[in-house]
């Protein structure tokens, strides 16, 4: 239920995406209380307001993007807010709509979320194959598998080279050549044998910073790996119950917890400890907003903590429900995912927007436009404008053996998602819709 009474009913059929328009239906006002026809001028006026043209958005091509540099990281970021660094809009109105450019299909499992570098989007499985698929064409143009491997979390992106992780080494994936697609994969870390990756990769520069652990010994340690030499040190302690599997960037420091300590490390300068009574939701990761830190405590609540002030004291924002599957944020908006729909709140706890759902929903993705959630083996995109305003997908052809969906990714004018067994699908906002 929205924040203004009305009862929005977003739901979708099994067989076609629908689109839900809220028409608010206001009458233009009379032309004559704009009248700017009070003397023989008015031609001139028209003529120097017509001369004044919108500026022209380029239209990014496919060219384009294969010449750029990019980055790529878990959650879009190394703050983990979800948010992805793209204009693309959404197709608002009943003219336009997204459209499905491509299915593959990879029949494996995943558990991890995929990256993508200026041609491909890889897609790491559980059973140690790392797939590479073309980001245009949807076709897959490779499958490494190295010995003995198992991928579980998600890797990062440098520069267009990939570094996946396995849960006891990190393979370094470059390809070569301009017009093939030839890979060629180096192991360039490995664990020691008691102990393995624990952690999503995040980087910095040429450095790769991601924790290792012992679960039988309790030995850990936080790892920074420099890409250029294959050098690396560590901050090792010692860990009673829980490790985070993932870390939180801030300037340059990087924030994870374990038991009930927060770490701040930095490769740099001294790593801190800091005692905390927030009992941290171990599943869900810390985000840094607005220079911020938000983590989820066992009680399905939101605390912060001011990474501008001197005391480290966690506050509470007001946020909490019955059961929180996943939020992100962007700005000063903080998104919830819940088992009964999901919640806008501004970064200072009050709510500004609520859906109602029969089913939990995942808070995925977003970016400038557009905010993408998943509901099972659905993907729903809200038009970040309007929040009334939404399509939904079923992904595959609709039969539950997709799997549920497993990570969304915005990227330039498309948007990438995978279920947990293996359907890979990419949207774009491109559609026109014939009225007759």
Not at 175 to 201: R, V
Request: charged share 25%; aromatic share 14%.
């Amino acid at each position: 239920m929205s924040k203004n009474n009305d009862i929005i009913d977003i739901s979708f059929d099994e067989d076609k995406p629908q689109k839900n328009v809220i028409d608010l239906n206001i009458e233009p006002e009379n032309s004559d209380s704009l009248d700017i026809n009070v003397n023989a001028e008015k031609g001139a006026v028209r003529n120097f307001i017509n001369e004044i043209k919108e500026p022209e958005k380029h239209a990014i091509t496919n060219e384009d993007i294969i010449e750029s540099q990019l980055n790529s990281y878990y959650r879009g970021n190394p703050a983990l807010t979800g948010k992805y660094n793209s204009d693309m809009e959404y197709p608002e109105g009943i003219g336009v709509s997204f459209r499905k450019k491509f299915i593959t299909l990879l029949k494996d499992e995943f558990l991890n979320c995929m990256l993508e570098n200026n041609k491909y989007i890889a897609a790491a499985s559980r059973h140690g194959n790392i797939y590479f698929i073309d980001r245009f064409t949807g076709s897959i143009k490779s499958k490494i598998s190295p010995a003995n491997s198992v991928f579980e979390k998600t890797g990062t992106v440098i520069r267009n080279t990939f570094y996946i992780n396995s849960v006891k080494s990190i393979y370094e994936i470059k390809t070569s050549g301009e017009s093939t697609d030839n890979f060629t994969s180096n192991e360039i870390y490995t664990s020691s044998a008691d102990s393995f990756i624990w952690s999503n990769l995040t980087a910095k520069g040429d450095e790769i910073f991601f924790l290792t652990y012992s679960p039988s010994t309790g030995n850990a340690s936080i790892n920074s790996l420099n890409i250029s030499d294959y050098s690396y040190c560590e901050y090792e302690f010692k860990v009673e119950k829980e490790l985070s599997d993932s870390m939180c960037m801030a300037g340059d420091q990087f924030f994870f917890f374990y038991d009930n300590k927060l770490v701040k490390y930095s490769s740099t300068s001294t790593t801190e400890e800091t005692e905390i009574f927030l009992k941290p939701n171990f599943s869900s990761p810390v985000i840094n907003l607005n220079y911020r830190l938000y983590a989820l405590n066992e009680l399905n609540e939101i605390f912060y903590f001011d990474l501008s002030e001197k005391n480290s004291v966690w506050k509470f924002t007001g946020i909490r429900a019955e059961h929180i599957t996943s939020f992100i944020g962007a700005d000063d908006n903080i998104f919830v995912g819940m088992l009964t729909g999901w919640k806008a709140f501004k970064s200072s706890g009050s709510e500004f927007f609520s859906f109602e759902e029969d089913s939990e929903i995942k808070m995925e993705c977003l970016s400038n436009s557009l905010l993408a959630a998943s509901k099972g083996n659905k993907i729903i995109f809200y038009n970040l404008k309007r929040f009334t305003e939404a399509e939904g997908y079923i992904a595959g052809t609709g039969s539950h053996e997709t799997g549920e969906i497993k990570n969304a990714v915005i990227s330039f004018d498309n948007i990438y998602i995978i279920t947990s067994k293996g359907t890979l699908e990419c949207y774009s906002s491109d559609n026109l819709n014939i009225h007759i």
